[in-house]
């Protein structure tokens, strides 16, 4: 089951930025937080992951707070090609060769940017 | 730097019919996944293999559905017979777990079955 909760649904006017909150209230010290998306008739795409610092990449940045209990997705500049389902997971992320865990997606937010 | 490649895009069949769907991974991807994807909901995974071994199938209707992935590549999941609750989108996801890079997982476009 998924462990984490997130808004059904948002809005954001293009060119501003978006934040799409999630919580994850039992979430494990070990366990990391991971954003994927998935755009219209595509598959879901790996945004940004973190353990306990905030996060930054070219596609956006994650804060997540102190008590790791929840965190945003921010979007700096939305844009109409960021309309999409945002999926907020919670996983161990093995750093030795061990498999690797399982996706396990929610509802997700489906974030509408707005011209 | 090739994506996760699917085929078909799109299959129709009727109820108690087989299919197939085929899935090449990113080059140099031990472990690939196929998750299943009602419409309204997030992607459930069915299977995951490292290399040719299963590593997760407990989520995979066994006495329908099937998959292999010989020689550690390519893979290719089965149903038979078909039913109406199998309708949905078909996702096959690539990692480099297992042979020692990043579990981040890439998604192909998936295959959208109807089932009629």
């Known amino acids: 089951d998924a462990k984490t909760t997130q808004p059904t649904s948002m809005d954001c006017a293009e060119g501003r930025a978006a934040n799409l909150p999630c919580n994850h209230s039992t979430i494990s010290g070990n366990e990391y937080v991971y954003w994927y998306r998935q755009i219209h008739s595509q598959g879901p795409q790996y945004i940004i992951h973190?353990?306990?610092n905030n996060e930054t990449n070219e596609m956006a940045s994650l804060i997540i707070t102190e008590d790791r209990k929840s965190s945003t997705l921010i979007l700096p500049h939305a844009t109409l090609r960021d309309t999409a389902v945002y999926y907020c997971i919670v996983r161990v992320t093995p750093r030795i060769i061990q498999g690797a865990q399982k996706l396990v997606f929610g509802q997700g937010t489906r974030l509408t940017i707005n011209p | 730097e090739a994506g996760v490649a699917q085929s078909p895009r799109y299959k129709i069949i009727e109820k108690r019919q087989s299919v197939a769907f085929w899935c090449n991974p990113i080059?140099?991807?031990?472990?690939l996944y196929w998750y299943q994807q009602i419409l309204g909901q997030g992607p459930k995974l069915l299977i995951q293999?490292?290399?040719?071994?299963?590593?997760?199938d407990s989520q995979l209707p066994k006495d329908r559905f099937s998959a292999e992935r010989l020689k550690g590549v390519d893979s290719t999941l089965k149903i038979q017979p078909a039913k109406l609750e199998d309708s949905a989108v078909y996702l096959c996801?690539?990692?480099?777990?297992?042979?020692?890079?990043?579990?981040?997982?890439?998604f192909g476009p998936g295959t959208r079955l109807t089932v009629l």
């Open positions: 996801a690539s990692s480099q777990a297992g042979s020692g890079g990043s579990d981040t997982q890439y």
């Open positions: 293999f490292q290399n040719n071994g299963v590593v997760d």
């Open positions: 973190g353990l306990k």
């Open positions: 080059s140099g991807h031990a472990t």
